[in-house]
């Protein structure tokens, strides 16, 4: 690693001191919690493997509560939390929070900064994004370089999914021009083109939400919800959007693929934060690494 590269984890006794008061993790799914391919029950390498799920029960008879924090959309979360024995997930990249996973869950859909008023009775924030065209505006200013991340795009409610390859800077100076203010945000890396004709970077994910409407806003207003502070979050993730989780919890882990990300390096160095710490390991086993530094910390 580079100079200013955060510390491992694990080995840092701030960061256990600070982990000791964690009561909740807000955790990213895709190139976090997941192997490629989606699973929980395999290695970073893709090989059949239990150890995320070995940590998830350790955490779970220990008390401690882990939340799914994704851009994926509310029903595909709800089914994934339900699996893994939680109770609770944020949805669409932090546009709907959920507690509970039965018929009496309780739903709380961000807007973010849109004043009250800006949506007419009955439609969503997605349907909104997509009356000023903001799909179609990005296509055509950077034709081969953005599509419907499909099959995903569908059933969403807040925020619209695309892949692609942007300068997510000038993506946003593109989308400021639409009626409605509306935020680019660059969700990590995908493994497939689809049909982009762009090779000069990685595919990205990517979601258009309602300006404001961030991982980070959904934390702040999750721990309200819950009656908790900062000092009892912690968060972790892979991708520039995750990076940025840092500012409401206290403390921020990215897994050892994140650093692959030109995004997560610019924000890095663009934002020093003191409360940012890696893993030695990939995807799940980062996450599994995590995990047992947090119990450690806990003893
Ligand atoms: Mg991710």
């Given amino acids: 690693m580079t100079n200013g590269a955060p510390r491992l984890v694990r080995d840092d006794p701030a960061a256990l001191e600070a982990l000791s008061q964690v009561r909740v993790l807000y955790t990213d799914l895709d190139g976090t919690l997941v192997a490629p391919g989606g699973s929980v029950l395999a290695d970073a390498g893709g090989a059949p493997s239990l150890i995320v799920a070995e940590q998830i029960v350790a955490l779970s008879r220990a008390g401690l509560e882990a939340v799914p924090i994704s851009g994926r959309g509310r029903v595909q979360l709800r089914e994934f939390t339900q699996l893994l024995g939680w109770n609770a997930y944020i949805a669409e990249a932090g546009g709907i929070l ?67 390859c942007l300068d997510t800077a000038k993506g946003q100076a593109v989308l400021d021009a639409l009626p409605l203010p509306v935020d680019l945000v660059d969700n990590g890396m995908l493994r497939s083109y689809g049909t982009l004709t762009c090779r000069d970077m990685p595919p990205h994910a ?52 994140a650093f692959a990300s030109a995004g997560v390096l610019d924000g890095l160095e663009r934002t020093p934060r003191d409360n940012v710490w890696r893993t030695e390991g990939e995807r799940t086993g980062g996450w599994a690494e995590f995990a047992r530094a947090w119990l450690e910390a806990r003893r």
């Avoid at 997509?130 to 995903?152: D, K, S």
């Avoid at 990517?206 to 806003?217: F, I, L």
């Fill in 206 to 257: 990517y979601h258009v939400v309602p300006h404001g409407v961030s991982k980070s806003r959904a934390i702040a207003l999750d721990l309200a919800w819950r009656g908790l502070t900062r000092a009892n979050a912690a968060a972790i993730g892979d991708s520039a959007t995750d990076l940025e989780m840092a500012d409401t919890v206290a403390v921020m882990a990215l897994v050892g693929n």
């Fill in 98 to 164: 959920v507690h509970g996973t039965g018929l009496d869950a309780e739903i709380r859909v961000d807007h973010g900064e849109w004043p009250d008023g800006t949506l007419p009775a009955g439609e969503t924030p997605f349907a909104a994004i997509n009356r000023v065209r903001a799909a179609e505006t990005l296509m055509q200013a950077f034709p081969g370089r953005i599509e419907h991340y499909a099959p995903w795009q569908m059933d969403r409610e807040v925020s619209l999914l695309l892949r692609g």
